[in-house]
């Protein structure tokens, strides 16, 4: 499967923001999706993580509450949508992807990466 992630830029810090993740190939299959992201000079982070079913979600701790995964399997895509973006959210954000029931939050538990997408918030 292919992801194509899509939807940063430059925002305020307070401001909004929704990323999309548009996955193609063998998309007949279920599979869990989710966001990471990597700011300069450090490590790629867990930010959401949504079930193959769209029936659970979990979040990063500094981003619970404010952000928001969800999914339109009829489109292939997988979103996230910011609220009350920080500073400290800038970073290159990543959709990844892995058969089956998933919500792991680390970088191993996931097979298929997209591109990145970068969003930058402005204090």
């Known amino acids: 499967v292919q992801l194509q992630a899509c939807g940063g830029g430059l925002v305020q810090a307070g401001g909004s923001l929704r990323l999309s993740c548009a996955a193609s190939?063998?998309?007949?299959?279920?599979?869990?999706m989710t966001w990471f992201r990597q700011a300069p000079g450090k490590e790629r982070e867990f930010v959401a993580a949504i079930s193959w079913t769209g029936g659970s979600t979990y979040y990063a701790d500094d981003v619970s509450g404010r952000f928001t995964i969800s999914r339109d399997d009829a489109k292939n895509t997988v979103f996230l949508q910011m609220h009350s973006l920080k500073p400290e959210d800038t970073a290159v954000y990543y959709c990844?992807?892995?058969?089956?029931?998933?919500?792991?939050?680390?970088?191993?538990?996931?097979?298929?990466w997209g591109q990145g997408t970068l969003v930058t918030v402005s204090s």
């Open positions: 990844a992807a892995v058969r089956g029931y998933g919500l792991g939050s680390s970088v191993e538990d996931y097979d298929y």
């Open positions: 190939g063998r998309t007949e299959s279920s599979y869990a």
